[in-house]
Structures are given as C-alpha cells and as structure tokens.
C-alpha cells in the first residue's frame, strides 16, 4: 500500500456497514453490523454511535479492546482495525456526530441518555487485497499524513493562503446524487408504466457529456420516486440512453422504502452510499422534493431550474438551468468555501 490513509480512508468512507467486535465476559469475541461511522481523524479514530442501554458499551466498558472491520465486494478487499473502544457521553461529543433525523433513534434527541458515541482508536491493522495480507502500524502512517498535512498548510500559507481556504485543504466532495424525471431523462405525462417500455426516451439537454465527465471524479447516483420502476428497470432504461456506465447507483422509492420528500429517502441514499451527507451534492428540478429534503438530510444542493433568483430559496446552495455546467458550479462551490 503506498497510502494506507487514502486506500483504507476510501474503504471506510464506501462502507455500507461497519463491523465492530468486543469482548465478552467469558473471553469470546461478539460481532455486530452498525451504521457507517459518523466521523472519522483519519485511519487513527473512528465515531459511531449506539443506545447507551446496549450489550456492546456494557462490554466496551468492562474490556475496552476491540476490532472495527470494514470491507469492498465489489473488488473483495477488506481492512481489520485492531484497538480500543471508548464511550463517550459528553455533551460536546454527542453534538459532534449529532445528525437530523436522529430522534427516530433516540426521541429525547442529543440530550437523551440512552444516546453515546463510541470513539474507536486503531493502534494496527491488516488490509487484504488480491488475495494477499499485510500487516502495518496506523500510528506510523497517521502521524505521517499528519506531517504533510502540515507541511501542505505551511507551504500554501507561504503563497499567501487565507485561513478558510488552508481550512478547506481536505474537504471533498465525493458523490453527485441526480434526480431522475426532468433532470437526467425527460418525463413525458403522456406515457404511464415504466420508462423502459415507453415508445420514446429523451435525455435532458448535455446531461450525456455532463454524466461522462463527472463520473470520472464523483461516484454518480441516481434516484427517483418512479413507483413504477424499480433499480433493475432504471438501469434498463439508462441502456436506452447510453448513461448506464456512468452511474454508480440506481435509487428507487420502491426499493428505499420511503419516497421523497420523506427526509429518511435521503437518509437511506447516505447510508447505502457509505459517505457523509456533506460528501454529497444533490441536483434535482423540484425544489420541494429534490432540493429542501436534501438539504435537511445534511447534502449540499443545486437547484436544477430555469429560476434564478436565489434568494427565494433558502435550501439551495447553487441554482442552474444549465447542468452541462456542474463541473465549474462545483468547482465554484468549493472556490467559494460552501462546502
């Protein structure tokens, strides 16, 4: 591995899952699936929440040592994380991975008690990947990342860089989330059922060029409340267009379980995907079912519109009529530091 931060950084953040291990009081090892984690320092610490009332913190509480693993099957690659579990239930932690939505889990909100934050920290690992394993030291290479981090943001303050933009030396954006009828395909009301047995499919003006190009960069999704069609049968009708390829994820209601402007739509967009909700940019052409529900969800938001006053629009970050100009608006959003 040339760059254990970035190669296992990637992995966590693509996680649908996390796969955390503690100790029992009989000496054997307990395994569970949780939520992508909220936070993570690197490769170095890890936060997850749970219910304080839990097995897990009881034992994490009694035998901090534990595991997290997280894997990709699409290339069958895998990293085991071995360290300590802390509990955490201070105020100022609880508000740190505090997302909205949350009381679903916990009613009492950020100050319920039976709301924690377990904070991992890894001591070494083993990556897996092309049938071999490696073994390694993660303090060695976080201290290190921590070093050229440093060494970037001296450098750059030399060339005088101002405070918020050294601030922003290391956020990403890593995934685009498309709406799907009249914003990637054109939805025509005289045809019913699924768009792939419709007579004629259209994509919208440039979106073919636009997918193309992002999809180099981003991890591109799309995602619809079309009841009529499930994530199988938008693909299908992506063939018809020839932007199939260029879409990493298919979304349907259907499949989800709720439907926009249901804010859990997106929340289940952000845990499938495996990425913060401020790794995220959702376009879409409905303000309130594409643009507001994302935009409480924690994503970033352009608002797909021939509108152009912004200012009557208070959930959108960026609006266009034009989305053959993503790259420059994204490139602005972040020049800006609106991310």
């Not at 690197?42 to 997290?68: D, F, H």
């Not at 499949?255 to 845990?271: A, H, Q, T, W």
């Not at 006053?309 to 266009?320: A, G």
Request: aromatic share 12%.
């Amino acid at each position: 591995m040339r760059d254990a931060n970035k190669t296992i950084g990637d992995m966590i953040d693509r996680a649908s899952a996390t796969i955390i291990s503690s100790v029992d009081e009989n000496g054997f090892p307990n395994t569970k699936a949780m939520l992508p984690p909220r936070k993570r320092n690197g490769i170095k610490e890890i936060y997850l929440t749970t219910n304080t009332s839990s097995m897990r913190v009881k034992q994490y509480t009694a035998n901090p040592k534990a595991c997290v693993y997280f894997y990709d099957k699409r290339f069958f690659k895998g990293v085991m994380l071995k360290g300590t579990m802390e509990v955490l239930q201070d105020q100022d932690s609880k508000k740190m991975i505090w997302r909205e939505g949350d009381e679903m889990y916990y009613p009492e909100g950020v100050t319920d008690p039976d709301y924690c934050v377990l904070k991992f920290t890894a001591h070494e690992g083993r990556y897996y990947s092309n049938f071999k394993s490696e073994t390694f030291q993660i303090s060695d290479w976080y201290n290190e990342k921590q070093k050229i981090i440093t060494t970037i943001i001296l450098v750059n303050s030399i060339h005088g860089w101002s405070t918020e933009e050294r601030k922003g030396i290391e956020k990403l954006i890593k995934a685009l989330v498309f709406d799907w009828g009249d914003t990637l395909m054109r939805d025509f009301p005289e045809y019913n059922g699924p768009m792939i047995n419709w007579p004629k499919v259209e994509l919208m003006p440039d979106v073919h060029e636009c997918l193309k190009t992002v999809s180099n960069k981003y991890v591109c999704c799309a995602a619809s409340n079309a009841g009529d069609s499930d994530g199988k049968l938008m693909r299908k009708a992506f063939e018809r267009v020839g932007i199939n390829s260029f879409l990493h994820h298919a979304f349907t209601s259907k499949e989800l379980g709720f439907s926009k402007p249901d804010v859990r739509f997106f929340y289940m967009i952000i845990n499938k995907t495996g990425f913060k909700p401020d790794e995220i940019v959702m376009i879409g052409n409905d303000y309130e079912k594409d643009i507001k529900p994302a935009k409480l969800a924690g994503l970033h938001t352009i608002f797909y519109s021939k509108q152009v006053d912004q200012t009557r629009y208070e959930y959108v970050d960026y609006i266009s009529n034009d989305i053959g100009k993503l790259i420059s608006i994204l490139s602005e959003m972040e020049k800006n530091d609106r991310f």
